[in-house]
């Protein structure tokens, strides 16, 4: 080999594999620290796109599930205003059979049916207040769309589930039992077998309504059951496909570590030789 002073050979090989172990040292520093193998494109460029996708697909997913949950609220909002408003109804329909029964006279009906129109208010009054983050449930505002939810991460309507309106029509007595207080408390007042069949079929009416609508919202209630345990499973295999792509394998990545760490050195020290190599010239001059 030639000995020459300009140019040192031995001291570029050197200084070039000790930047090459450092930068390999770094970046072993850099995936541990961090807990990524792909911090950056310049990493994985085909590595980097493919977690950015499915860190945007998880995100939507969460969304997903989040909008689930708050769907299953609001109906469960509309099923326990129904149960009140089933409670009601049955009492009604009670005193109603009691007013049928010849033993009453006409102050017992008039408090039977005093309790009657009161029962009637506090349905009406459920109907319009009854309410999910400023969504009227109960009065019929809904609009014939029903109310539609994103169940999924995707564009069209396999990622949606709609609640149908008719689970959100008007349900005040006129909507439900289909005459108000003074119409149906005018039944029992008359007493007449006629009148109090009227009276019956117009409670049991409103009874098959209600008990349509909660038998509805259960069937939803069970799709809504059945997307939030896809998207759980769904969320559990991108997480997984997403750890797989860009976490850390700590293990491997310790080797590396020990591995730039010892070669930096080894070069760091070989380099103080090389450099000191063109002074062995000056022994043949």
Do not use: C, W
């Amino acid at each position: 080999m030639t000995l020459t002073i300009n140019t040192n050979m031995g001291s570029l090989i050197v200084q070039n594999n000790l930047n090459n172990a450092t930068n390999a040292l770094n970046q072993s520093i850099e995936r541990m620290t961090t807990g990524y193998k792909i911090n950056t494109a310049g990493d994985d460029a085909a590595g980097y796109s493919v977690a950015t996708g499915m860190e945007t697909d998880l995100s939507s997913t969460s969304v997903a599930q989040n909008n689930v949950a708050l769907g299953s609220s609001l109906l469960s909002v509309a099923e326990s205003n129904y149960d009140i408003m089933i409670t009601h109804m049955q009492r009604i329909r009670d005193l109603t059979e009691q007013a049928a029964n010849g033993t009453y006279g006409d102050d017992s009906i008039e408090a039977i049916n005093a309790e009657i129109t009161a029962r009637f208010a506090e349905i009406d009054r459920i109907s319009e207040n009854a309410e999910y983050n400023g969504i009227k449930l109960l009065n019929g505002s809904i609009g014939a769309d029903g109310i539609n939810l994103q169940v999924g991460i995707g564009s069209d309507g396999n990622s949606r589930i709609t609640l149908e309106q008719t689970l959100f029509e008007d349900a005040d007595t006129q909507g439900l039992i289909g005459v108000n207080a003074t119409t149906y408390t005018g039944y029992i007042t008359t007493g007449t077998t006629a009148t109090i069949t009227q009276a019956l079929d117009a409670i049991d009416d409103g009874l098959a309504k209600v008990t349509s609508r909660q038998t509805e919202i259960g069937a939803v209630q069970n799709r809504l059951d059945s997307a939030a345990e896809a998207l759980t499973v769904q969320f559990d295999n991108l997480t997984s496909s997403l750890s797989t792509v860009k976490d850390t394998d700590i293990a491997a990545e310790s080797s590396n570590f020990i591995k730039a760490q010892i070669l930096q050195q080894a070069s760091a020290t070989l380099l103080t030789t090389a450099n000191q190599t063109p002074s062995i010239a000056l022994n043949l001059i």
